[in-house]
Every structure is written in structure tokens, then in C-alpha cells.
């Protein structure tokens, strides 16, 4: 039985490399420079602790890695890229392949389902960093992230058990969880901001007020769409102080926004985060005119390559107040 890491980014990256030192059999899946420069130093990767250099083998497709009965194939790739990948994967997995979504969003997992019967969905709290070819980063040790697990939509199951105990064994904090969607949604909450980030630059204070702006603006949204979200107190209570995020050197900005702009990958998440909640407002007869701003924005951010900073925080309010008072 192997973990096939598919997308093997900051998460990807740094989940393959812990599961392969705890002594499971990984196979990550990479592309492009980062494929290259893994495939020919290895992957490195850093961490408060320090760094490290791990010889996992890597490949560039699901069929070129091959996926054989009793694998699991854990998805980390950013959302935009999850239709294609899926795709790639059903020419070599069998439909009943479990497939376990360590993604922002909710959309990651109905996807999947389409294709495979047995999904999980992991509530993802595990900031790590991907800006250079070949490096990724944990930012937090020793626990480098908290992953609980459930089986998509709902419900616990041995998949479920058997990914958590894994998961522990490669260092991090993980339960399996009968209602993990609502755990999700929350989730999607704190990422309406990741856009903001990347747009206003991570260096700025202004930033929070306008990812308060859309959250409320998101918190609304998924009331009226009926939607059952975990409360805010018990998933800080669930974080706790497991999380440390000491400085180190070379450490990079978070924030997988800021990354995706910084390495100029051309696309950001944001269609699947702030764009979660312009669809559901659509799909409910209301509006969500601050996350479809921040959205259209963040889009165009990435299509034209433009560094993370590029719309202060002054200026964004000052477009957010135009578009939220015409409503
Ligand atoms: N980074 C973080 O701190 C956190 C991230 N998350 C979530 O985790 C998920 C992963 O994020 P993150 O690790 O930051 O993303 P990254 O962009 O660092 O990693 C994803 C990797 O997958 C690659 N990829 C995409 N499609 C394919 C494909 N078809 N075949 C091979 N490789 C592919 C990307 O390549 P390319 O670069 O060419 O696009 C990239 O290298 C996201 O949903 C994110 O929101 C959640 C919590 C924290
Ligand atoms: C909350 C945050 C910003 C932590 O890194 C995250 O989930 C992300 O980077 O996508």
C-alpha cells in the first residue's frame, strides 16, 4: 500500500516527506521546474527544525507513478487544478480508489465523488511554504499541522481511521471526524482572506479589515444558504496552541495566495474560496459583491504575474465600499 501524493506543493511536499521518514511507502506526484529540481537534488525541506533533503521518489503523472490496488491518493493540489488532475487519475485508478481531499474549499471533494466512491475530506491547518523549485517549508514545529479526516459528505469509516493513525505516525495532530464538512466550512472562512493577502501584500495591517469585511460578508451567505458551520470558539479550541510558528531563516511569506503569486504560477485558488461564496449567493437569490471583487481581482492578479502588494489595503477598501453601497 502506498500514499500517492498528487500535487506535491508546500503541503504535498512536506506531507510526503514526513510520511516517507515515518517509514510509509510515497509517491509524490509533481510538475514543471519543481518536478525537475526534485528528480534531481531530491525534495528539500525546511522547517523551524531545520532542513532536510528526502530521497521520495517522484513522478510526473498518476499513470508514470502507477496506482495499485490498496493505495491512497491524497489530492493537494490548489482547487483550480483539481478537474484536470481528477481526470489524470481515473485513467489509472479504479473508481473505488480512495481519494482524500488535504485542500482548502468544499468544492474539492464533490468533485472526487463524481469520479471515486470513497472520498475524504481533511480540514487542512498546517501552514508550509512553496516558492522555490525543488524546497518546500513547514512553518510550524514540532507539530507541523493539524489534519482531521472524514469520509465525504459524512460519517467516520476504517479509510478514515487507518489515514488519522498514518497521519500521527508522521508527526501531526489528526482525528477522524463524523462532520468534517462543517470543519471545512469554517475553514472557508478564515480563507476568504488569502486573497486579500495575496492582493494587498502580506506586510499589511490594513489587510485584516477587509478579510473581516468578506468574512462577514461569507457568514451571511452561508446562513441563508442553510449551511451548518462549526463555531468559531470550538475550532479555535480545536487549534488550541498546537501550531508554533517560530522564525527561521529563509523562512517565506505565508499564505498559499502569496505563494502562488510569488512564483508567478499564472492561477490562484480564489475561484474555490471567495468564489465558494459568490456561487452559493447565486445559487440563493442573494449577493456577495465583496468576495466577487476580491475574486475578479486576485484572478487577474495571478493571470498577469504581478507580485503580491499590488493593491494596497486603502485602495481595496475604497473599491470594496463602492461595489458593497451600490448593492
Ligand atoms: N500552503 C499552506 O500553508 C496551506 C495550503 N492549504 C491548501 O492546501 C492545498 C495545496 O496548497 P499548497 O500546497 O499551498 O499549493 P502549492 O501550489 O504549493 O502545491 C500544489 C502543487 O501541485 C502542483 N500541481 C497542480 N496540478 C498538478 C498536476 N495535475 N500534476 C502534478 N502537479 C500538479 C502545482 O504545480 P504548479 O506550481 O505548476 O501549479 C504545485 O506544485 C490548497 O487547497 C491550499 O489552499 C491549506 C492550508 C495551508
Ligand atoms: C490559513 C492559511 C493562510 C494558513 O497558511 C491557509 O490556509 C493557506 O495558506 O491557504
Known sequence: MAFVIYGAGAIGGVL????????????LIARGAHLAAIRSSGLRVESPEGATTVPVPTYGSPSEAGVGPGD????????QDTP???EALREVAGPS??????????????????????????????????VQPGVVQARSAPVPGILDIGRYPGGIDDGARSVAAALVKAGFVSEPREDIMRWKYRKLIMNLGNAVAAL??????????????LQAEGESVLATAGIDVVDAGLDQERRGDILRMPQFEGRAPSGSAVQSLLRGTGSIEADYLN??????????????PGNELVRQLAVVAARERVAPGSVPSGELLEKLSGVISRR
Open 84 to 86: 484536470d488532475a481528477l
Open 275 to 288: 468564489g465558494e461564496i459568490v456561487l452559493l449567493a447565486r445559487l440563493h437569490g442573494v449577493e456577495a
Open 16 to 27: 510526503g516527506a514526513r510520511l516517507h521518514s515515518a517509514g510509509f511507502d510515497v509517491k
Open 72 to 79: 491512497v491518493v491524497i489530492l493537494t493540489m490548489k482547487g
Open 200 to 213: 494587498c501584500g502580506p506586510g499589511d495591517d490594513g489587510a485584516k479589515q477587509v478579510t473581516a469585511l
Open 97 to 130: 480508489t480512495p481519494v482524500v481531499c488535504i485542500q482548502n474549499g468544499v468544492a474539492n471533494e464533490r468533485l472526487a465523488l463524481r469520479l471515486f466512491s470513497h472520498v475524504y475530506g481533511v480540514c487542512v491547518m498546517f501552514p508550509a511554504a512553496h
